[in-house]
T-cell receptor
Framework: GDSVTQMEGPVTLSEEAFLTINCTYTATGYPSLFWYVQYPGEGLQLLLKATKADDKGSNKGFEATYRKETTSFHLEKGSVQVSDSAVYFCALQQGAQKLVFGQGTRLTINP | NAGVTQTPKFQVLKTGQSMTLQCAQDMNHEYMSWYRQDPGMGLRLIHYSVGAGITDQGEVPNGYNVSRSTTEDFPLRLLSAAPSQTSVYFC????????????FGSGTRLTVV
C-alpha cells in the first residue's frame, strides 16, 4: 500500500540555520503531496502542497518540490526561527480523499 | 469561527466504559475522518465518511464505531474502552474532490485507565 517515510527526529537547530526535513513516498499512480505542521497542543495545519510532478509548494518561507523521479518531497527553509518549533508531517493523498501520513519530525529551534 | 470543532478536549475513562467523541464542521465538507495520534506512529486513520449516510473503515477501526447522519457531524464511539485506546484523536474534514488538503480539529486527549 501507499506509504510515507520521513527523516527521524528530533531535529534541533539554531535560529537562522538552514532546514531540510526529508520525505519520501511509495505510491501507485500520481498522488498529491502535503506538509502539515502541528504546534504544541494544537491540531494539524496545512503548510503547503503540490499536486503534480515538479510542482513547488511554498508558504511562510517553507518550500518543497514534488520529485517524481526520486519519489521525494523534502521540506526546506532558508532561515528558521524559534516560532518554527513544531512537529512536521509529510503526507500523500490518492483517491477517495484518504491521507497517508509519515511518522512526523519534531523540530526544535534554539535562540 | 468556521472550522472543525471537537469535544471534549480531555477525557479520562475507566476500562470498559463507553463514550462518544464529537466532531462538527461548518464548511459543508463532504469528507470527514477520524485519526488517532500515538508517539512515533504518526496519524492513523480510524474511520472516514465521503458523505452523509456513507462510512468506511480506515487502517485501525477495531473498537470504534461511527455514523454520519448529517453533513456537519461525525461522532466517534468507543463502545468498551481499553487502555490501548489511550491516544490523541483528531477529526478532519475536506472537500469531496480535488486536492485542497484537510482542516483538522484541535484534538481530544483520551486516557483509559
Amino acid at each position: 500500500g501507499d506509504s510515507v517515510t520521513q527523516m527521524e527526529g528530533p531535529v534541533t537547530l539554531s535560529e537562522e540555520a538552514f532546514l531540510t526535513i526529508n520525505c519520501t513516498y511509495t505510491a501507485t499512480g500520481y498522488p498529491s503531496l502535503f506538509w502539515y505542521v502541528q504546534y504544541p497542543g494544537e491540531g494539524l495545519q496545512l503548510l503547503l502542497k503540490a499536486t503534480k510532478a515538479d510542482d513547488k509548494g511554498s508558504n511562510k518561507g517553507f518550500e518543497a518540490t514534488y520529485r517524481k523521479e526520486t519519489t521525494s518531497f523534502h521540506l526546506e527553509k532558508g532561515s528558521v526561527q524559534v516560532s518554527d518549533s513544531a512537529v512536521y508531517f509529510c503526507a500523500l493523498q490518492q483517491g477517495a480523499q484518504k491521507l497517508v501520513f509519515g511518522q512526523g519530525t519534531r523540530l526544535t529551534i534554539n535562540p | 469561527n468556521a472550522g472543525v470543532t471537537q469535544t471534549p478536549k480531555f477525557q479520562v475513562l475507566k476500562t470498559g466504559q463507553s463514550m462518544t467523541l464529537q466532531c462538527a464542521q461548518d464548511m459543508n465538507h463532504e469528507y470527514m475522518s477520524w485519526y488517532r495520534q500515538d508517539p512515533g506512529m504518526g496519524l492513523r486513520l480510524i474511520h472516514y465518511s465521503v458523505g452523509a449516510g456513507i462510512t468506511d473503515q480506515g487502517e485501525v477501526p477495531n473498537g470504534y464505531n461511527v455514523s454520519r447522519s448529517t453533513t456537519e457531524d461525525f461522532p466517534l464511539r468507543l463502545l468498551s474502552a481499553a487502555p490501548s485506546q489511550t491516544s490523541v484523536y483528531f477529526c478532519a474534514s475536506g472537500q469531496g474532490q480535488g486536492n485542497y488538503g484537510y482542516t483538522f480539529g484541535s484534538g481530544t486527549r483520551l486516557t483509559v485507565v
